[in-house]
Every structure is written in structure tokens, then in C-alpha cells.
């Protein structure tokens, strides 16, 4: 299965034929994991026991690692010429910016989610589903995406792609991007989704080695490397008990 190309055009590209794209690039991707997914699922049951040690090893390693860390601390604080840092910490740029647009995802969030809020549609099953849709999508950005990308979703919202039927004035709303930015960023953001599945090595070897389950004895090999490395920097000759 290849990967399309989907370029997009301002003038011609409507917005039902950007969702037309978005279901194509959805239904590969689909395809795609619903043949790929279980296959990682068994070769992670293949080598669980050596997963499961490796990660404790990982833990104990980064615990150490701090303790280390801890103890440095310490002995540093008994020298005659430390002094504790006093003082008001300065706020970078960084952090006076990120707080800023916090407080202005904060606001096109609250301002989205009351006006598609399903409880506005108790008496509308179908309009219900689609504003429960709309709601989770829009929560998902909001914790996870950046401002752009909530922007972008709320003009998607109050330009009224969401085939929703408002009883609406939204005169008063700030549409801060066009209304296709959305659908063009939900189409980026799923096409590199599927380049990357195609890019995986498990898929290259579900769909190039004539026994694909054979991986499984290169993976034992690159976690009992792994392993052998940690029990060495934890000094740990044994499975650790954590």
C-alpha cells in the first residue's frame, strides 16, 4: 500500500473535498494498523520477560543515577565556600510566552466548548453525536496541541464545518484563522501519521521478510545487548527487585 500526495490548493479546495481527503488518508491508516498492530503485539509477547527486565533495569539505572546525583549535593553543601543561591529566579521569555498563550488557549477552549457543547442538543440525538465528537476533539487539542492548532479548530468550529445547526450569533467571535486551516492541518497531521507507519521498520519487516516472526530472534539479540549493558552500569547480576 503506497502513500498518496494531496496537495492543496486555497482557491479550489473546498471544505467537503478536504474531509473527502481526510477519510482516504483515515481508511489507509486504518488498513494499515489493523494489519500492523497485531503483528507488534506479538512480537512484544515474544519477548515480554526480556521487556519487562529491561525496563526495571532502565528504572533502577536512572534511580541510581539520581541517588548519585543526590549524594554530589550533599557532600558539596559540607564545603567551606558553598552558599545556598538566594535571590528571585528571573523568568525567561520563554516562560512569560508560553503562560501567555496558555491563558489564550484557555480562552478560545472555554469560548468552543460552550458554544458545541452537547447538552445544548439534549433533544437532538444526531446533532448530540456530533457535538460529543466535536467536544472530544476539541479537548484532545486543547491538553495536547499548541495554540495554532486550537485556533485553527476553533474557526473549523464557528465557520460551521462541524455539520452542526446552530441557533448562533457569532458576530462577536474573533475568527483568528480561515476556516479551512483546520482541515488542512488535520490532512498534514494524518499524512505524516501514515508515512510514519510506512516508515516503521516492523512494517518494512511484516511486509518484506517471507517469515516476518523470524524478527523476533534479532530483537532477543538487541535486548540481551541491552540488558548485559545495564547490569553493568547497575553493577546488577540478577533480575532487579524493585
Sequence with gaps: MSKENFPIKDKSDTGSKLQERIKKVESEIAAIESKLFPFEQ???????????????????????????????????????????PIGIVPISKKEVAEKTNQKEKKRLYKEAMLYVHPDKFSMQEKEQQKALETTTKLIEIYQNGSLEELEAFHAHIFGGNTMMNFNKDISLVKKTTSNATYLKNEIERLEKQLTDLLDSYTYKVLTTYKNPMSFVEELKAYYDDRIFKLRKRTKTKNKPEL
Excluded at 532502565?58 to 534511580?63: A, D, E, F, P, R
Design 42 to 84: 506479538s512480537l512484544r509477547n515474544a519477548i515480554s520477560d526480556l521487556l519487562i527486565e529491561e525496563r526495571e533495569l532502565t528504572i533502577l539505572y536512572k534511580q541510581q543515577k539520581k541517588a548519585k546525583k543526590e549524594k554530589r549535593l550533599v557532600q558539596k553543601r559540607k564545603g567551606k565556600n558553598y552558599k545556598e
